[in-house]
Nanobody, 120 residues
Framework: QVQLVESGGGLVQAGGSLKLSCAASGSIFSINVMGWYRQAPGKQREWVASITSGGSRTYADSMRGRTTISRESAKNTVYLQMNSLKPEDTAVYYC??????????????WGQGTQVTVSS
């Protein structure tokens, strides 16, 4: 069993910053890709950013230049630093990982989501 716990969401004014965290725990052998998605009200969930175990980072066009994804592999934790936030960034942000457990099964796991609200 693998659990993801997210934190760091909240209410911020436009132009402000937030840093999200997601810690994975449980029967983890290794984590390959760690990433973030978001879902705004009435919209489909969309990918925000990803980072591989080797440190390669990719970003959605909407977030590039304003966002930095990072990870602490020793802590099975991924972060999302968001700057210059806009009202359209308001969404529930979900952590997502591709994990191999101690039984050597590989699967995708999701966090419960953390609300980010950007006021204008």
């Amino acid at each position: 069993q693998v659990q993801l716990v997210e934190s760091g969401g909240g209410l911020v004014q436009a132009g402000g910053s937030l840093k999200l965290s997601c810690a994975a725990s449980g029967s983890i052998f290794s984590i390959n890709v760690m990433g973030w998605y978001r879902q705004a009200p009435g919209k489909q969930r969309e990918w925000v950013a990803s980072i591989t175990s080797g440190g390669s980072r990719t970003y959605a066009d909407s977030m590039r230049g304003r966002t930095t994804i990072s990870r602490e592999s020793a802590k099975n934790t991924v972060y999302l630093q968001m700057n210059s936030l806009k009202p359209e960034d308001t969404a529930v942000y979900y952590c997502n990982i591709m994990v191999t457990n101690t039984a050597r099964a590989t699967f995708e796991a999701w966090g419960q989501g953390t609300q980010v609200t950007v006021s204008s």
